[in-house]
Structure formats: structure tokens, C-alpha cells
Antibody
Framework: EVQVVESGGGLVKPGGSLRLSCAGS????????MSWVRQAPGKGLEWVGR??????????DYAAPVKGRFTISRDDSIDTLYLQMNSLETEDTGVYYC?????????????????WGKGTTVTVSS | DIQMTQSPSSLSASVGDRLTITCRAS??????LNWFQQKPGEAPKFLIY???SLQSGVPSRFSGSGSGTDFTLTISCLQPEDFATYYC?????????FGQGTKVEIK
């Protein structure tokens, strides 16, 4: 079964740091593009960023609100994705989901976030 | 950034109804449009990619259409388990962006 499981959430003070982890299983993690999506309490979904596979250059892209503060990385040797969050703000509070990114093999490359974890909760509060 | 706008933000419907949710992009995204379903307390579930391609295992009462800037998600015969919030999302360019969501409630 393909699955991803997030961990590392918790309570942190504004200005603090936290690192989330996401363990993948049931698929070729090293070939997978991965992403993080978050959801503030009672709000909608917000894409945080993605990381490509090593063979695709392992490049990263981020949403504007987190650029320069958050870093996505991966350790393919242990099938784990990370989200390093620095300079945390109260607006970063929410549930953080890890997802796999699938790609169609048609002429047009369609990307979609197909497998989601259950999420891990981050609370930024003094 | 590409803005995604869904309408309506919420609606009430009955079991057996046919309903349509609209998603509009602030610029053309060809068919790079995905749909998700989320129930309270649960992670989102992926439904449709490339505007109209149903993910494996998703019931055929769900369908998607559109291209360019205007898209729709249709549920042909609403079932009790379909009451949830639905999100569209563009994967045409980063940053990927979601619509604000459409909450489907029981009438």
C-alpha cells in the first residue's frame, strides 16, 4: 500500500523553528516528486512547496508566504521528506500534509497530488 | 500567481441531486486542473486530474470538464458520503494554488 506518514508537529513560540518529517512506503520514494500542503484551522488548503526527485534535479519551489523561511529536503536513503520551518509566525499554525506528486506519461505532463498523509499539527503561539 | 475562484462557496443539496461546482482561473491553465474532496477531520482525497480524468477508484458519478479558465465538477447523483468540501487546484505553474473550497451540505 502506498502511504506517507507525517510527524514532528507540535507547539512552538513565534520566531521558533520546527522540522517536520514524512516517511514514505509502498512506492519508489527516490523517483517521487513530493510536496507539502497546509491548512489553517477552519480555512482552505494552501500549497507550501515541492521538491523534485534527484534525477529531476532535486529542485524546490515554494509559496510566497514561506519562501526564505521554510526549506524542503529529502533523504532518499531512508525514504523521508522534510520540512524545515524557521522564523515561525502565528499564521503558520495549521495541519501540514505531505503528498506524493504523480505525473502522467501523456504528451502533456499533468501533475497531481495523489497520495496524502493524515497530517501533523503545528501550533505557533506564545 | 494564478488565482483560483470557486463558486458557490457553499450549497445545500439533497441525496439524489445533480450538482455542479465551478472553478475559474485568473489566466489560462489549459487543462492543468485537479479536484479534491475533503471531509471534516480527514485529509483531502484526490478525485480528478487534467480537468476531466477520474482517479482510479473514484465513483463514476463524479465528472470534470473545462479548459482554459473555466472548469466544472459535477456529481450526477449525490450520495450521503459526498457531503464534503471540494477544492480545485491548478498545476499549470508554481506556486500551485487552490480554490477557496465549496462546502456541500445536506438540505
Amino acid at each position: 500500500e502506498v502511504q506517507v506518514v507525517e510527524s514532528g508537529g507540535g507547539l512552538v513560540k513565534p520566531g521558533g523553528s520546527l522540522r517536520l518529517s514524512c516517511a514514505g512506503s509502498g512506492f519508489s520514494f527516490s523517483n517521487a516528486w513530493m510536496s507539502w500542503v497546509r491548512q489553517a484551522p477552519g480555512k482552505g488548503l494552501e500549497w507550501v512547496g515541492r521538491i523534485k526527485s534527484k534525477i529531476s534535479g532535486e529542485t524546490t519551489d515554494y509559496a510566497a508566504p514561506v519562501k526564505g523561511r521554510f526549506t524542503i529536503s529529502r533523504d532518499d536513503s531512508i525514504d523521508t521528506l522534510y520540512l524545515q520551518m524557521n522564523s515561525l509566525e502565528t499564521e503558520d499554525t495549521g495541519v501540514y500534509y505531505c503528498t506524493t506528486i504523480a505525473l502522467t506519461v501523456t504528451t502533456n505532463h499533468y501533475y497531481y497530488m495523489d497520495v496524502w498523509g493524515k497530517g501533523t499539527t503545528v501550533t505557533v503561539s506564545s | 500567481d494564478i488565482q483560483m475562484t470557486q463558486s458557490p462557496s457553499s450549497l445545500s443539496a439533497s441525496v439524489g441531486d445533480r450538482l455542479t461546482i465551478t472553478c475559474r482561473a485568473s489566466q489560462s491553465i489549459n487543462s492543468y486542473l485537479n479536484w479534491f474532496q475533503q471531509k471534516p477531520g480527514e485529509a483531502p482525497k484526490f478525485l480528478i486530474y487534467a480537468a476531466s480524468s477520474l482517479q482510479s477508484g473514484v465513483p463514476s458519478r463524479f465528472s470534470g470538464s473545462g479548459s482554459g479558465t473555466d472548469f466544472t465538477l459535477t456529481i450526477s447523483c449525490l450520495q450521503p458520503e459526498d457531503f464534503a468540501t471540494y477544492y480545485c487546484q491548478q498545476s499549470y505553474s508554481t506556486p500551485w494554488t487552490f480554490g477557496q473550497g465549496t462546502k456541500v451540505e445536506i438540505k
